[in-house]
């Protein structure tokens, strides 16, 4: 293992990139040092305790690397980005011009690339001013802190205006400055850029989480949620290598004197192929009715609005309901079903198979070829859809019977620094593989 490390550095190519993707994280986590302008200092620390305390506000700083709970210059994280390469996603399959720019290669993808950027800064413009309104005037911080009795503060207390307008661009700013140092990776380092970034964010997010576990003197839940860590480290390792290999074949033809074809193949498909883009999802929706509850104001005690307000605080953005983690597994389970329907098309597949002259053994060209991968893929994906749910409702079962609220998102933080760690040693695994150096791959 330390040869195969070594190796890497023998590369000066490979070492460079390395060097380089360490070097932009960080300037990444430099940045998250830095606070925006104008805010007070007591709302930041009761922010920083609501966004230890509730899920809503748990997942915003976590995938923000905890630049969220102090309100740094990329409190916005990558998360536009990840919603606007969705939303492109989605629309690529009922927008026939973004289907057909799919098609065209890397002309095309280039295309989508810059619409995604274009869609990416219009919703970190729209989530930076309903954050500074929400939390600019101590609504949203008197709202997500209703468990406690101490007094709110708002984080811009002279008003929004004029301060609340520079902190929205600065905001913004912070999210492009994201996702030009994610295609940075891209392009001269190694590896998924904006993967590089998220993987940045949620390790950052981790020792915080373990050291709160032991300063409130709980050794023993300590050791079981370092125990549960590792077994999900192992779970996870194993379900995303898995895959549903489905057998192809290639009929033999003749292309000019040559004889074509006649090879065997698979398609392989992958356990937990949606990874964590159903959690995502899921979360998201989840955070729209804490916003709607923000907007709709204060209200007298007993009105509609406070029974509203007092719902969704205690269902909604509370990890420690269990009202909170069956609406978050359920809804998980559909998304990777969506998701997995837009991501892999059985008719499309089949129109390819048939052109390029394939088949699958058994199975007839067309609509059944259409129905088998159909079948399969719905098979495939009730067990990973189950294994992401699981994944990221375990913690907060272990952290209510341990009576903790300060440790949240353990398990999605695991399912993405794995995944990214994986994919990132099979492009370290390739690089070295290709220049004739032993990879860590067997």
Not at 126 to 148: C, D, H, K, M, N
Not at 161 to 188: D, F
Not at 301 to 306: A, K, M
Not at 336 to 353: E, K, M, T, V
Request: charged content about 10%; aromatic content about 10%; overall charge positive.
């Amino acid at each position: 293992m330390i040869s195969n490390l070594a190796n890497i550095f023998k590369i000066p190519d490979l070492r460079n990139k390395l060097l380089f993707v360490i070097m932009i994280v960080v300037i990444y986590r430099l940045g998250v040092a830095i606070r925006v302008p104008g805010v007070d200092g007591i709302a930041i620390e009761q922010l920083r305790e609501s966004a230890n305390q509730q899920g809503a506000l748990g997942f915003l700083n976590l995938f923000s690397g905890g630049a969220f709970e102090s309100f740094s210059i990329f409190a916005l994280g990558i998360m536009p980005y990840i919603t606007a390469s969705i939303i492109m996603q989605v629309l690529g399959v009922v927008i026939p011009k973004l289907e057909e720019l799919q098609q065209e290669g890397a002309v095309g993808q280039r295309k989508i690339t810059q619409y995604t950027r274009y869609v990416t800064i219009a919703l970190a413009t729209l989530q930076a001013t309903g954050l500074v309104f929400i939390f600019g005037t101590g609504r949203g911080t008197a709202f997500f802190s209703a468990a406690s009795a101490a007094p709110t503060v708002p984080l811009l207390p002279d008003g929004v205006w004029p301060r609340g307008y520079l902190i929205i661009p600065t905001l913004v700013a912070g999210t492009a400055v994201l996702m030009w140092m994610g295609e940075l990776i891209s392009q001269r380092g190694i590896g998924n850029g904006m993967s590089m970034v998220i993987f940045a964010s949620v390790v950052a997010s981790l020792p915080g989480g373990f050291w709160g576990i032991l300063q409130l003197n709980k050794t023993f839940w300590f050791v079981a949620m370092v125990l549960l860590t590792l077994g999900i480290i192992v779970a996870v390792v194993f379900v995303e290598l898995g895959q549903r290999r489905i057998p192809v074949q290639f009929a033999k033809r003749v292309v000019g004197r040559r004889m074509m074809g006649g090879q065997n193949t698979y398609i392989p498909l992958k356990v937990n192929q949606s990874g964590v883009i159903p959690i995502i999802f899921a979360s998201s929706i989840l955070l729209l009715p804490v916003i709607m509850s923000n907007v709709l104001g204060g209200s007298s005690e007993g009105g509609w609005r406070s029974a509203v307000q007092s719902f969704v605080d205690e269902y909604i953005v509370n990890p420690q309901n269990m009202v909170y983690i069956t609406i978050l597994a359920l809804m998980i389970i559909a998304f990777a079903y969506f998701y997995n329907s837009i991501a892999f098309d059985p008719i499309r597949q089949a129109d390819q198979l048939r052109k390029q002259g394939g088949f699958i053994p058994g199975v007839r060209p067309g609509p059944q070829t259409e129905r088998y991968l159909g079948k399969a893929v719905n098979r495939i994906t009730l067990p990973g859809a189950v294994f992401v749910a699981i994944i990221a409702i375990m913690p907060y079962l272990l952290l209510i019977a341990a009576d903790i609220n300060s440790f949240g998102f353990a398990g999605t933080s695991v399912l993405i620094s794995v995944g990214v760690a994986l994919e990132l040693m099979r492009q370290i695994d390739s690089q070295l593989t290709l220049r004739n150096y032993e990879g860590f791959l067997k």
